[in-house]
């Protein structure tokens, strides 16, 4: 027993040591990132991952619990009005099979059939910006050129079958410190109202309540409590739509990215972002992802669900997330990423 624990404390104290001496590889305070990794990359501030961070994010799984921050999608599911509807259809049945019969083998007469085995498999015709989602760096562009993050342009990079750079395939597996910053809990109510912008000051408050403090490396999910209302599938799309609008803007994301040096910012919402009522002099009217997907090539969450965390008052965890190996896709969609502490 003895020499167990010994070897035990040594593991651990091997892991908090590598943790606590991993330094930031480009990242600087009161900059960020930018376009720093070379012309070819498609990564942005994921590239912070590395085997020191990843023991680092593991060595906060203490009980063994593991949380589901995906939501449940079906075709009646909110959306951002700017993305195509869903549809799940059955492309083969058991009784299509039979009554079309161009499978023998899976017909009840077959010779090798004798059980009955049959089959479904189904079509899917869905947008790659619903439900639990991270959107890719070129999910936005800008400028006459239509450029995304690290200069790939449209003409260049575009294409009909999905972009050709930066596409959601090149996201990397994500293990991470994950930080919810419940601002809803801070407030005092089940959600933020309808076009809240959450400021510096709402995330400092959070975070001093919380008795949480920020860490580089971090992967950061602010709660607004807009996911209480989606019941199932989000089909209640009144409700969802009035808090949805909930949000940071710029001056938020900036301090999360340039001083703390958060790696990816999601939220329980569909957009991050307060866009609905933008400060004066505003140029783009999604700012928040410009500035994080574009500029600072700093991925985003969308719609994780981060009740069941709150309710526990888990505000430390690890973060784990894989996205759709699908090529040229613009997000990671419909995803299952995992919280677990």
């Known amino acids: 027993m003895h020499t167990r624990f010994v070897l035990t404390l040594l593991l651990s104290t091997t892991i908090m040591t590598v943790a606590v001496g991993a330094e930031p590889l480009a990242w600087k305070k009161g900059q960020g990132w930018g376009w720093v990794w070379g012309e070819n990359d498609q990564v942005g501030s994921l590239n912070e991952i590395t085997p020191a961070s990843v023991l680092s994010a593991l060595s906060l799984v203490q009980q063994g619990e593991i949380r589901d921050l995906g939501i449940l999608y079906s075709r ?28 023998p083998a899976y017909l009840p007469t077959h010779e090798n059939n ?17 439900a639990t ?4 760096l070129a999910h936005i562009v800008v400028g006459e050129d239509r450029h995304w993050y690290n200069g790939f342009a449209e003409d260049d ?14 996201i990397p597996p994500i293990i991470a410190r994950g930080i919810l910053i419940d601002v809803a809990g801070f407030k005092g109510v089940d959600a933020l109202p309808s076009k809240y912008t959450i400021t510096v000051e709402d995330l400092q408050g959070a975070l001093k309540r919380q008795h949480t403090e920020l860490q580089f490396g971090d992967v950061v ?21 009035e808090h949805d609008s909930a949000g940071i803007q710029l001056p938020a994301a900036r301090w999360l990215v ?3 040096g958060a790696i990816m910012i999601g939220s329980d919402t569909s957009g991050l972002e307060q866009y609905q009522s933008l400060p004066e002099g505003a140029t783009s009217p999604n700012p928040v992802h410009e500035y994080l997907l ?38 990671g969609f419909t995803m299952r990423p995992i919280a677990i502490y």
């Open 157 to 170: 990079w575009g294409g009909d079958w999905g972009v050709r750079k930066s596409g959601a395939e090149t």
């Open 76 to 103: 009646e599911s909110y959306k951002w009005p700017g993305h195509s509807p869903g549809e799940i259809m059955t492309f083969r049945s058991p009784n299509g099979v039979r009554q079309q019969g161009d499978l």
């Open 258 to 260: 340039e001083q703390k």
């Open 221 to 241: 999910l602010i709660r607004t409590g807009a996911l209480r209302y989606w019941a199932e599938t989000g089909s209640d799309h009144e409700k969802l739509d």
């Open 294 to 331: 574009v500029e600072q090539g700093v991925h985003i969450g969308e719609f994780h669900y981060l009740e069941d965390l709150a309710r526990e008052n888990v505000y430390e965890f690890t973060y784990m997330a894989t996205t759709n190996k699908i090529k040229g896709a613009t997000a």
């Open 133 to 136: 989602q991270i959107d890719g």
């Open 114 to 130: 004798a059980s009955g085995t049959a089959f479904h498999s189904c079509a899917v015709f869905i947008n790659d910006n619903v």
